[in-house]
Nanobody, 115 residues
Framework: QVQLVESGGGLVQPGESLRLSCGASENIFNFNDMGWYRQAPGKERELVSTINVGGKTVYADSVKGRFTISRDSAVNTVYLQMQSLEPEDTAVYYC?????????WGKGTLVTVSS
């Protein structure tokens, strides 16, 4: 059973940075892609960023230039570096991994951006 564990969330002020981590229970190159999604209060879950096995990255327009996804296969971890955070980035951030049509999700980590 694949397990994904997110960490790194917290309360920050607008303009500050955070780095989220997603630790996987197996080699991250076993997955076709991994990524981050978020769900704000009262809204649907939305894609933030993904990275596929070949290293290709995708970003939501709302985070381009501010967020960076990366990975470290030595520790089976995918990261999301978030800079210039805005109150609109407040959400629960979820890690997702995909093998063909099968998806695996973490339980999420809360990011709150508020002054």
């Amino acid at each position: 059973q694949v397990q994904l564990v997110e960490s790194g969330g917290g309360l920050v002020q607008p303009g500050e940075s955070l780095r989220l981590s997603c630790g996987a229970s197996e080699n991250i190159f076993n997955f076709n892609d991994m990524g981050w999604y978020r769900q704000a209060p009262g809204k649907e879950r939305e894609l933030v960023s993904t990275i596929n096995v070949g290293g290709k990255t995708v970003y939501a327009d709302s985070v381009k230039g501010r967020f960076t996804i990366s990975r470290d296969s030595a520790v089976n971890t995918v990261y999301l570096q978030m800079q210039s955070l805005e109150p609109e980035d407040t959400a629960v951030y979820y890690c997702r991994a995909r093998i063909l049509r099968r998806e695996y999700w973490g339980k999420g980590t809360l990011v709150t951006v508020s002054s």
